[in-house]
């Protein structure tokens, strides 16, 4: 069989060395702290740099429990997803697993926290492009026990709760999340009052790339889950509370701990599934 080569992503099957798994933070810096992560949780070596680092996607290539494991970061929203997912899903990989921040629009829900989301409401445009609006973007059930199982594990000694349930899943961070800071300061009258409906609705938060992962995961016939670490929230009684550095540390951590043991668990089913 000719080697794939992927445009966007600079991988191909050679590199991947048959890597069936993968991480997929947004942030190109956050590929090397999980890999880093990874290595001190398991003993893995660290390489000194990425296997590949074209555009927005940045991947290592790690092993967790004698697989090999990929971490590429997908950038920001839907479209630059889409090709994330495409392009691994067509070297082989399976399984993939979100690992991001967000915001949370529920008073229950602290700074620091994790969700695991069940499915997302599908406020993006790229997803359609895969299947028809109706078509739901779910987290796969294996993928979303292991997530569920690792963070109940977990949570107790990182110092946090999680939380499982629906998402809602945009393709902007302004408008589209209801925030006035923009420049016009300006949301059109369609997204007004989103934030508190979906609140009623008990979706628990925000981000941007989950409906797409899934939306796509499930039309391909892979395996996709999101855990998500809360550095923001736009509760009731907490509204404007802004995204500290110390925030983003200890969210963006424990989704990170989290989604790698998600990943043992699935490799090792030393949970069964």
């Not at 947004?26 to 074209?54: K, M, Q, T």
């Not at 110390?246 to 599934?273: D, F, Q, S, Y």
Request: hydrophobic share 40%.
């Amino acid at each position: 069989m000719p080697r794939r080569a992927m445009y966007h992503v600079a991988l191909d099957d050679e590199k991947i060395q048959g890597a069936r798994f993968v991480l997929l933070p947004g942030d190109p810096f956050r590929s090397r702290l999980i890999a880093e992560r990874i290595g001190s949780v398991y003993g893995a070596p660290v390489p000194d740099g990425p296997l590949a680092h074209n555009r927005e996607y940045c991947t290592y290539l790690m092993d967790i429990r004698g697989r090999k494991v990929l971490v590429t970061s997908t950038g920001i929203g839907g479209p630059s997803t889409s090709i994330a997912v495409d392009e691994l899903a067509q070297l082989g990989v399976h399984t993939f697993i979100r690992v991001g921040t967000t915001g949370v629009i529920q008073d229950s829900i602290a700074i620091g926290d994790v969700v695991v989301t069940t499915g997302s409401v599908r406020l993006d445009g790229a997803s359609a492009d895969y299947a028809p609006v109706e078509y739901p973007a779910v987290a796969h059930p294996e993928v979303m026990l292991a997530l569920v199982r690792a963070a109940k594990s977990l949570a107790g000694t990182l110092g946090c709760r999680y939380h499982v349930g629906v998402t809602a899943s945009t393709d902007t961070f302004y408008q589209g999340q209801e925030r006035v800071d923009a420049c016009s300061r300006y949301i059109p009258r369609r997204l007004r009052g989103m934030t508190e409906e979906w609140r009623r609705l008990h979706v628990l938060n925000v981000e941007m790339e989950s409906s797409t992962l899934l939306t796509m995961c499930g039309a391909l016939g892979l395996r996709g889950g999101c855990v998500t670490g809360v550095i923001n929230t736009r509760a009731t009684d907490r509204v404007g509370e802004p995204i500290t550095a110390e925030h983003l540390r200890l969210g963006e951590a424990h989704a990170v701990m989290i989604g790698i043991k998600a990943i043992e668990i699935l490799i090792t089913n030393a949970m069964p599934l």
